[in-house]
């Protein structure tokens, strides 16, 4: 089974751009570098404005959108460097950004108090960073997925520490101050329960710890199935950190996703018998360390206040089924309620985000709708809405087909990658700066690992140990 990595498809010389000393060869390069920048301010973003710039509102708003000039300037490269997309990629995405720019002209025409900036936020979500996808698929080896993932353990144990403490100490502490709320010195933490919040980490919200946690669980799950590429230490310190924070979090959004990345792991043992191996082990990990956890008091107070959610979920649904069920598909049967209401051309591009309520109204609220899929509807109308919906799924399911092929051939990181993301990928918000950061993010990484099943000439050990890692799990499979 060949899984070497793929020569570069295009033989054309990048000329003088970009020209980096060691980055002068590819050009490749540079792009993947501004890519590590993107992931850094992913994960910085939120620490630097609720922290660093707390006291200057208009600074720390600003660095909401502190990655769109990075994604720009990836683009750019990526052309130079030609490295763009295949054609079919590109004409999708000039597409896509050509018919929600002509909505939201013929919005700001017919709806009155319309704010041209609320549109122009509105086709950013939509139009700008979602390209970035593909060109990570473009460029990205290997071994940057894997240098990527390792940094995500890395940090994940200080995470870790910085949640429990943040879900220790009280509401309105230091350590728990919300972006938005800087200006003022306001708090702005979700509450859980009992009086605790849900950490956010270095994060703005909850969501984006929740977002990085999951791709750590992925990247932790396949530490197992590739020993070499990460020490033995780091593997059970991001391991233990994982299952501190399970309770921590006050998430069931972080709870259900963690329990459907192990649910897609043990799916794809079934046809690989290593996977199945490390599914098992990491099961017998995560129930000892849960269970020692638990003469801890801040565990223990972390599942109290869960449970409590829980409980209180279960009295606004009826049942775990239908709790988990609602959650998920509970918005498309209302965004399909809304669209017999909602004008032909939408109630306003970007109108439902934050930003778009905040200059709006000068507030944070949700003006249209709190979830992703209503909120598309409501925004582009129900005829532009339903066919982004639909783009949408066929591209979640394109990818989750690619990366079965991979499973079932040996290569179980592409696998790994989607469970994590799964739900995201289908109606995960685009609308919030850091969510749209990690769906577009963890989506490239997924689609670039797709690759490595059919790519050729490998270099270095941690290429040749995935390669006999892969080989192993096939061998054992019985698939060839």
Not at 52 to 59: M, T
Not at 112 to 124: E, M, N, Q, S
Not at 311 to 333: H, K, P, T
Not at 340 to 360: F, R
């Amino acid at each position: 089974m060949n899984l070497q990595l793929a020569p570069n498809r295009r033989s054309a010389d990048p000329g003088p751009w970009p020209v980096m000393g060691p980055f002068a060869d590819d050009g490749a390069r540079f792009v993947r570098r501004w890519i590590y920048v993107y992931f850094v301010l992913l994960i910085a973003e939120g620490a630097l404005r609720k922290w660093v710039f707390s006291s200057s509102p208009a600074i720390a708003e600003a660095l909401l959108v502190i990655r769109d000039p990075v994604a720009v300037i990836i683009y750019f490269s990526a052309w130079r460097a030609n490295r763009l997309p295949s054609q079919l990629s590109l004409l999708l995405c000039a597409l896509s950004t050509l018919v929600l720019s002509t909505l939201g002209i013929l919005q700001l025409i017919a709806i009155k108090d319309l704010l041209p900036a609320v549109v122009l936020f509105g086709i950013r979500t939509y139009c700008l960073h979602v390209p970035l996808i593909f060109i990570m698929a473009e460029v990205l080896r290997t071994e940057d997925i894997l240098r990527i993932g390792r940094l995500v353990l890395y940090v994940s144990v200080p995470m870790a520490v910085l949640m429990v403490a943040q879900f220790i100490v009280p509401s309105d502490h230091f350590l728990n101050r919300g972006a938005m709320g800087a200006g003022e010195g306001g708090i702005g933490q979700i509450e859980s329960a009992f009086g605790r919040i849900r950490p956010a980490g270095l994060f703005s919200y909850n969501n984006g710890a929740t977002s990085f946690n999951l791709l750590a669980a992925a990247f932790w799950l396949y530490s197992f199935v590739d020993e070499g590429w990460l020490s033995r230490p780091a593997r059970w310190l991001s391991g233990l950190s994982l299952v501190c924070i399970l309770p921590v979090s006050g998430s069931r959004t972080f709870v259900l996703s963690f329990a459907l990345l192990l649910i897609f792991s043990f799916i794809g043992g079934n046809f690989n018998a290593r996977l199945m191996g490390v599914t098992l082990k990491a099961y017998c990990i995560i129930a000892t360390t849960f269970f020692a956890l638990t003469f801890t008091g801040f565990f223990r107070d972390g599942l109290a206040a869960f449970s409590s959610r829980w409980d209180a979920a279960l009295d606004d649904n009826g049942s775990v089924q239908n709790s988990i069920v609602m959650r998920f598909f509970g918005e498309y049967e209302n965004a399909f309620g809304l669209a017999k209401e909602t004008p032909l051309i939408g109630k306003g591009l970007g109108l439902g985000s934050n930003v778009g309520s905040k200059l709006t109204i000068g507030d944070l609220d949700f003006l249209l709708a709190e979830t992703e899929t209503e909120r598309d509807v409501l925004e582009m109308g129900p005829v532009v809405g339903a066919v982004w919906l639909l783009a949408r799924w066929a591209f979640a399911f394109f990818i989750l087909g690619k990366s079965w092929i991979c499973v079932r051939r040996g290569v179980v990181l592409p696998w790994l990658l989607l469970g994590m993301e799964c739900t995201s990928i289908f109606n995960g918000s685009l609308a919030q700066p850091t969510s749209l950061g990690f769906i577009v993010f963890t989506t490239g990484l997924c689609l670039a690992a797709t690759k490595v099943h059919d790519q050729r000439a490998p270099s270095g050990p941690i290429l040749r140990r995935m390669t006999a890692a892969a080989a192993e799990g096939a061998r054992f499979s019985g698939v060839s």
